[in-house]
């Protein structure tokens, strides 16, 4: 580029980003490494399918799941809206109005999900009660200056029409450094002046029709704030709340008490507080596995590992739904990258769609699958030389199997809600309280074969016969409510019982009206033959005891349950081509949610080829080359030292790695330059290893440093 001047100056240059390189495309990531097939595009956009329509259940979950909370949110809105507009010269009503109506918002501790149901609250506030909607956060707001000054900047965002916002816009800048409530009642009451009613735009269903819609502010992390700030704001907004309608909701993680214990009696007096409670976080996690995981909806799945983890994480971490669902999302990532039959992981015409234009390298992964040879293995001689030779053969069995692997599935998952309906409420729950617990435990195993299992069973058969009716009608709703057919005969041996247990209530009913027309004839006797007739009423039963109906009926249910059990509740491994839906690297997705620092830093640092990927740094174990990184060999160093390290002798053994194989040139720099230059960065490594946490100075000796971590971590 030229440029003609007079003068000497600085001229800039945009760039031009026509001339920018070309982006490598997502989808040719999948043909890197060894994973490289020729269907990886295909698998791809299988998988950016299968995530969009679980993303877009999760969505619509969450929007459900937030409907209760946020209507009766905008109900406390309205009604407190209903309070600043009335005129009453009463002097209930006038202490009233000096109250801030105030939401205490409980989100519970998973904070990391804080920010969704914030925005789609504001959206939701936003579209039924006012325009003026604003979040605060604690870090935005360390004193009453910058809390004022933030409030000012987001409320002029805010404005109704795009007129109001221009001509204000004007005396922000000018007047940013005299925010105050007075000036936010003036410029309230001008907007306020200046709105139509009628606002154009978008429609809204409540606030068009008020001339003074009020001003909400959200603290989304009430916690975090100031005593001070909190309380001069909340003082100074009650006394100008006639004329700058304020309505606050807090965002709670923790417990409402904390509002107590922040503000004292005289300021949180003047708060009207109501308390509002979101969903349980287990709760949330529950639905979701329901809606993802437990379903025929969705072909992926998870094995029993995997699972574990991501559960473990969310329990024993974050209680975060959102981190779960990244987690659900690597895990569908990994499957489609890592499983060249992942082709075949969609919905089930589509999947018959592509056996058929299967290439000979795929039907080889399909014969290598662990699965399928144990199944070609139960075959007849014949149909075995079929399958490994022939590929017409090969291909109509794939599709006959994945039929059966859905309609696997389907009566899992079926007989999975059956059997929690029956073990969620026995004592000390030998399954588990949560459908996912007893989900993992049939994935790992029969789950016929646990101890757990017999004494649920062994429970069962001491179930009352109203808890027995209930869980039964409970089931009978579960089997009718599938759309698929194929455990009718079941539901219909189930409305069986219920009918025999009605059944029992007439009979039982008859023998009550026997026995007592009987007891009216009975003549009077004294205590001893009573007490002898009694004991020999006793010692019949003892001798001949025989069940009751009742009992018959239950234990012909509890078998009946077990049956099915048995029958359609077994481990997925047993099931032929369950790979290419099913994702099992639990050790891949451990290594990436589950950081180990310590050990990465230890890795780096005693083997960096392992990250740089340098063929000069490839070594023999005890070795310290001298290419390797200054940090990498006083690192080796230090782990051959003691409690305490001389300085001196370290630096002296790091002098001699590092000079180790080089060739000394007389005419390039001097030896003192040299030694100089090593000592720099001995110095610049030790600094670092400070830095990283391995060493520390020690008051002991002067010319020595502390060694921090043993064991080679």
């Given at each position: 580029?030229?440029?003609?001047?007079?003068?000497?100056?600085?001229?800039?240059?945009?760039?031009?980003?026509?001339?920018r390189?070309?982006?490598?495309?997502?989808?040719?990531?999948?043909?890197?490494?060894?994973?490289?097939?020729?269907?990886?595009?295909?698998r791809?956009?299988?998988?950016?399918l299968v995530?969009?329509?679980?993303?877009?259940?999760?969505?619509?979950?969450?929007?459900?799941?937030?409907?209760?909370?946020?209507?009766?949110?905008?109900?406390?809105?309205?009604?407190?809206?209903?309070?600043?507009?009335?005129?009453?010269?009463?002097?209930?009503?006038?202490?009233?109005?000096?109250?801030?109506?105030?939401?205490?918002?409980?989100?519970?501790?998973?904070?990391?999900?804080?920010?969704?149901?914030f925005?789609?609250?504001?959206e939701?506030?936003?579209?039924?009660?006012?325009?003026?909607?604003?979040?605060?956060?604690?870090?935005?707001?360390?004193?009453?200056?910058?809390?004022?000054?933030?409030?000012?900047?987001?409320?002029?965002?805010?404005?109704?029409?795009?007129?109001?916002?221009e001509?204000?816009?004007?005396?922000?800048?000018?007047?940013?450094?005299?925010?105050?409530?007075?000036?936010?009642?003036?410029?309230?009451?001008?907007?306020?002046?200046?709105?139509?009613?009628?606002?154009?735009?978008?429609?809204?269903?409540?606030?068009?029709?008020?001339?003074?819609?009020?001003?909400?502010?959200?603290?989304?992390?009430?916690?975090?704030?100031?005593?001070?700030?909190?309380?001069?704001?909340?003082?100074?907004?009650?006394?100008?709340?006639?004329?700058?309608?304020?309505?606050?909701?807090?965002?709670?993680?923790?417990?409402?008490?904390?509002?107590?214990?922040?503000?004292?009696?005289?300021?949180?007096?003047?708060?009207c507080?109501?308390?509002?409670?979101?969903?349980?976080?287990?709760?949330?996690?529950?639905?979701?596995?329901?809606?993802?995981?437990?379903?025929?909806?969705?072909?992926?799945?998870?094995?029993?590992?995997?699972?574990?983890?991501?559960?473990?994480?969310?329990?024993y971490?974050?209680?975060s739904?959102?981190?779960?669902?990244?987690?659900?999302?690597l895990?569908?990532?990994?499957h489609?990258?890592?499983?060249?039959?992942?082709?075949?992981?969609?919905?089930l015409?589509?999947?018959?769609?592509?056996?058929?234009?299967?290439?000979?390298?795929?039907?080889?992964?399909?014969?290598?699958?662990?699965?399928?040879?144990?199944y070609?293995?139960?075959?007849?001689?014949?149909?075995?030389?079929?399958?490994?030779?022939?590929e017409?053969?090969?291909?109509?069995?794939?599709?006959?199997?994945?039929?059966?692997?859905?309609?696997?599935?389907?009566?899992?998952?079926?007989?999975?809600?059956?059997?929690?309906?029956?073990?969620?409420?026995?004592?000390?729950?030998?399954?588990?309280r949560?459908?996912?617990?007893?989900?993992?435990?049939?994935?790992?195993?029969?789950?016929?074969?646990?101890?757990?299992y017999?004494?649920?069973?062994?429970?069962?058969?001491?179930?009352?016969k109203?808890?027995?009716?209930?869980?039964?009608?409970?089931?009978?709703?579960?089997?009718?409510?599938?759309?698929?057919k194929?455990?009718?005969?079941?539901?219909?041996?189930?409305?069986?019982?219920?009918?025999?247990?009605?059944?029992?209530?007439?009979?039982?009913?008859?023998?009550?009206?026997?026995?007592?027309s009987?007891?009216?004839?009975?003549?009077?006797?004294?205590?001893?033959?009573?007490?002898?007739?009694?004991?020999?009423?006793?010692?019949l039963?003892?001798?001949?005891?025989?069940?009751?109906?009742?009992?018959?009926?239950?234990?012909?249910?509890?078998?009946?349950?077990?049956?099915l059990?048995?029958?359609?509740?077994?481990?997925?491994?047993t099931?032929?081509?369950?790979?290419?839906?099913?994702?099992?690297?639990?050790?891949?997705?451990?290594?990436?949610?589950?950081?180990?620092?310590?050990?990465?830093?230890?890795?780096?640092?005693?083997?960096?080829?392992?990250?740089?990927?340098?063929?000069?740094?490839?070594?023999?174990?005890?070795?310290?080359?001298?290419?390797?990184?200054?940090?990498?060999?006083?690192?080796?160093?230090?782990?051959?030292?003691?409690?305490?390290?001389?300085?001196?002798?370290?630096?002296e053994?790091?002098?001699?790695?590092?000079?180790?194989?080089e060739?000394?040139?007389?005419?390039?720099?001097?030896?003192?330059?040299?030694?100089?230059?090593?000592?720099a960065?001995?110095?610049?490594?030790?600094?670092?290893?400070?830095?990283?946490?391995?060493?520390?100075?020690?008051?002991?000796?002067?010319?020595?440093?502390?060694?921090?971590t043993?064991?080679?971590?």
């Amino acid at each position: 580029m030229a440029t003609s001047s007079v003068s000497k100056g600085c001229f800039v240059f945009k760039p031009n980003f026509k001339k920018r390189k070309n982006s490598v495309p997502v989808e040719d990531y999948f043909n890197k490494g060894e994973k490289e097939s020729e269907d990886s595009k295909l698998r791809f956009e299988t998988y950016q399918l299968v995530w969009h329509q679980m993303k877009s259940e999760t969505e619509q979950l969450q929007e459900e799941l937030n409907k209760n909370l946020f209507d009766s949110l905008i109900e406390f809105l309205q009604k407190s809206q209903s309070g600043f507009q009335k005129n009453s010269r009463d002097w209930g009503c006038q202490i009233k109005l000096r109250e801030i109506p105030t939401a205490a918002l409980v989100l519970g501790v998973n904070v990391t999900d804080h920010d969704l149901t914030f925005r789609s609250l504001t959206e939701a506030l936003q579209n039924n009660v006012t325009p003026y909607v604003v979040s605060l956060q604690a870090r935005d707001c360390p004193d009453m200056k910058h809390f004022l000054q933030k409030l000012v900047s987001h409320l002029m965002d805010c404005c109704i029409d795009m007129e109001s916002k221009e001509e204000e816009s004007v005396q922000i800048t000018q007047k940013k450094t005299h925010c105050s409530m007075d000036f936010l009642s003036s410029w309230y009451r001008t907007v306020t002046q200046k709105t139509n009613p009628e606002m154009p735009g978008k429609k809204r269903t409540s606030s068009s029709q008020w001339q003074s819609p009020p001003v909400v502010l959200i603290l989304k992390d009430m916690e975090s704030f100031t005593t001070k700030v909190l309380q001069d704001f909340i003082i100074i907004s009650s006394q100008h709340l006639h004329e700058f309608p304020l309505i606050l909701i807090f965002g709670i993680a923790t417990s409402p008490i904390i509002i107590h214990r922040l503000l004292p009696h005289a300021v949180s007096s003047l708060l009207c507080i109501e308390l509002f409670q979101s969903l349980s976080c287990k709760e949330h996690l529950t639905t979701v596995l329901d809606k993802l995981l437990l379903t025929t909806q969705f072909p992926f799945k998870l094995s029993e590992k995997v699972l574990q983890i991501l559960t473990n994480i969310f329990l024993y971490h974050d209680f975060s739904i959102q981190n779960f669902i990244k987690g659900l999302q690597l895990s569908l990532l990994e499957h489609f990258y890592s499983q060249p039959l992942s082709v075949l992981c969609c919905n089930l015409p589509e999947a018959k769609r592509r056996i058929n234009f299967l290439s000979h390298n795929q039907c080889e992964n399909i014969r290598r699958l662990p699965s399928f040879r144990r199944y070609v293995e139960r075959q007849a001689a014949e149909k075995q030389v079929a399958l490994l030779t022939n590929e017409r053969s090969l291909k109509e069995e794939t599709q006959s199997l994945l039929e059966n692997l859905h309609v696997y599935h389907t009566n899992y998952f079926l007989v999975l809600r059956c059997l929690h309906q029956f073990t969620s409420s026995l004592p000390k729950y030998p399954l588990g309280r949560q459908i996912r617990e007893l989900y993992c435990t049939c994935l790992e195993k029969n789950i016929w074969d646990s101890e757990e299992y017999s004494s649920a069973l062994q429970l069962l058969r001491m179930l009352a016969k109203d808890e027995l009716m209930t869980i039964l009608q409970k089931c009978f709703n579960i089997f009718t409510s599938s759309s698929e057919k194929q455990l009718g005969s079941r539901a219909k041996r189930i409305e069986e019982f219920l009918a025999q247990f009605q059944s029992l209530d007439a009979e039982a009913k008859e023998e009550e009206d026997t026995a007592g027309s009987q007891s009216k004839g009975l003549q009077k006797t004294d205590l001893y033959h009573l007490q002898k007739s009694l004991l020999e009423m006793k010692e019949l039963r003892r001798t001949s005891k025989k069940p009751t109906k009742f009992e018959v009926l239950r234990e012909k249910v509890v078998n009946f349950i077990d049956g099915l059990v048995r029958e359609y509740l077994l481990p997925p491994e047993t099931q032929p081509l369950h790979e290419a839906v099913y994702f099992s690297a639990a050790h891949t997705l451990r290594e990436h949610l589950s950081a180990a620092p310590r050990i990465a830093l230890h890795t780096a640092l005693n083997n960096p080829y392992y990250y740089l990927k340098n063929e000069a740094l490839k070594s023999e174990e005890g070795c310290i080359p001298n290419v390797a990184p200054d940090i990498c060999i006083a690192y080796k160093l230090h782990l051959e030292c003691s409690r305490l390290i001389n300085l001196v002798d370290w630096s002296e053994a790091f002098a001699t790695v590092v000079t180790a194989a080089e060739k000394i040139d007389a005419n390039s720099i001097t030896s003192e330059e040299r030694n100089e230059m090593i000592h720099a960065r001995f110095i610049r490594a030790v600094s670092e290893l400070e830095l990283l946490g391995f060493i520390k100075p020690t008051k002991q000796k002067t010319d020595h440093v502390a060694r921090l971590t043993w064991g080679g971590c």
